[in-house]
């Protein structure tokens, strides 16, 4: 018995609880997103049956018109350059006016994730046929990691009592084995960003994803992609400005509302972001959604696009550091939690007054979260990281989901202790919690997991 085929015998075909299909879609801005990150591969097939390779995806349109221009696509092994299009549903093609529209004339890719199964023709104002893909439902799923429900009620669940009677050496090989489980889909996903753009750009992307946490880590990830890596390389000097201002939280208003000694920063930043706006800036319909509200100051985006700042300036240490053999854990966090920044030290907007004492730019624990989430999967799959070497980082800081999911599984936080002080031990009960707690909407009754522990040596 392994954990893998213990959720293949289970799920594989699914015989308690059935897929909707009516399922719903994200926002298109978040299929956006995951379109360009590259978490639907790159190889696909039209709904007329031509072979589609996406050879670049292109740069984000900031204006009206085609979602990503510039992209490189082989059609039938064709290649061809243009504009590439997205919505939600095939039928938004017409719906939204794009046959009609010359801005669409170039367009050179349709890319959908609903279809109506009518047979829909795909045209330009010019009467030329767009190849367009379908993504399925199942596809959109797998790249959000996404569980048939969002949460399960903290109570203990049936598989406290199978548990309680389980040998300490079969629960560290059970959280073992889902810890690598998770690890193995943390790197798939990395590594297909990887393959759509560079090793880089997914570093740097999975750093402004992690900054994001849980609210703003769609919008840490669109203003990444929206100003890559590459281009802050080419042109350092403007990175704090750009960044600053792609995200939205600079114009003209906010010089007159900033305390006084936060003027001559603020002047700094528009100087260069005034100069550079037009190739950044966005129309309002395609602005990054940032959420401000039931932030704690010191998760404010503002100071999270700041760490990012701080990373890019000190670009060459943290990649080597990320993708040091040995990975050490002690040392990305370190260089993390000391990044310097001369302003943000003791701030927590471009608006608030200083603070008394200094904060850290990126803590501890979003560390922690970073290595966790991105940074120790790769390393455990390229070997430069062991598993032991990843048992021994320690986090005694669960969060909520992790809380839910120990007193489930163990009856309540104090049994559940043992195994809530260590990353790998957060990861495995977070892919346990995901994979069967979120799966079943039989408030535990109808769960399989119970029955197949009773069967874990």
């Not at 906010?254 to 603020?266: E, G």
């Not at 704690?296 to 760490?307: C, E, F, G, L, V």
């Not at 990373?311 to 310097?340: C, E, G, M």
Request: charged content about 25%.
């Amino acid at each position: 018995m392994t954990y893998s085929f213990l959720l293949e015998s289970v799920w594989h075909p699914p015989l308690i609880f059935a897929e909707d299909p009516a399922e719903a879609l994200p926002l298109e801005l978040e299929l956006q997103a995951l379109w360009f990150s590259g978490a639907f591969g790159k190889k696909f097939q039209s709904v007329c049956g031509k072979e589609i390779h996406i050879v670049q995806f292109g740069e984000w349109n900031r204006g009206a018109g085609p979602d990503f221009r510039q992209a490189a696509v082989e059609i039938d092994g064709e290649l061809h350059h243009g504009p590439i299009e997205l919505d939600r549903k095939a039928q938004d093609w017409d719906a939204h006016g794009h046959a009609e529209n010359p801005a669409f004339r170039e367009v050179i890719l349709h890319v959908a994730f609903r279809s109506d199964h009518r047979e829909i023709f795909t045209r330009t104002v010019d009467h030329r046929h767009v190849p367009q893909v379908i993504i399925q439902i199942a596809a959109v799923n797998e790249a959000l990691n996404r569980p048939l429900r969002e949460t399960a009620i903290a109570h203990p669940g049936r598989c406290f009592a199978p548990l309680k009677g389980m040998s300490k050496i079969a629960i560290e090989r059970l959280l073992k084995e889902a810890a690598m489980l998770r690890a193995a889909a943390k790197f798939k996903h990395f590594s297909r960003v990887a393959a759509a753009h560079s090793a880089d750009a997914a570093l740097y992307h999975a750093t402004a994803e992690t900054l994001g946490y849980r609210s703003n880590s769609l919008a840490m990830c669109l203003l990444a992609q929206r100003v890559p890596l590459a281009l802050l390389k080419v042109e350092p000097d403007l990175t704090e400005a750009v960044l600053f201002g792609t995200a939205g939280f600079l114009n003209a208003d906010v010089y007159d509302t900033v305390p006084q000694d936060s003027r001559a920063y603020l002047r700094q930043l528009w100087d260069a972001w005034w100069k550079n706006r037009s190739r950044f800036e966005v129309s309002a319909e395609r602005k990054i959604p940032w959420v401000l509200h039931g932030q704690r100051p010191a998760n404010h985006p503002q100071r999270r696009i700041a760490a990012l700042v701080a990373i890019t300036h000190d670009w060459a240490r943290y990649r080597q550091l990320a993708l040091a053999s040995p990975f050490s854990t002690k040392n990305v966090v370190d260089f993390l939690h000391a990044l310097p920044h001369v302003f943000w030290r003791n701030q927590h907007t471009l608006t608030s007054e200083p603070t008394a004492q200094p904060i850290s730019l990126f803590g501890r624990q979003h560390a922690l979260e970073l290595v966790a989430n991105h940074l120790a999967p790769l390393a455990l799959h390229e070997k430069r990281m062991t598993f032991y070497e990843y048992y021994k980082v320690r986090n005694s800081a669960a969060n909520d989901k992790v809380k839910r999911c120990a007193i489930r599984l163990f009856g309540s936080l104090d049994q559940a202790k043992p195994w809530t002080k260590r990353v790998c031990h957060h990861q495995a009960l977070l892919q346990i919690y995901r994979d069967f707690c979120l799966e079943d909407v039989s408030n535990c009754q109808r769960c399989p997991f119970p029955e197949q522990l009773s069967q874990w040596r």
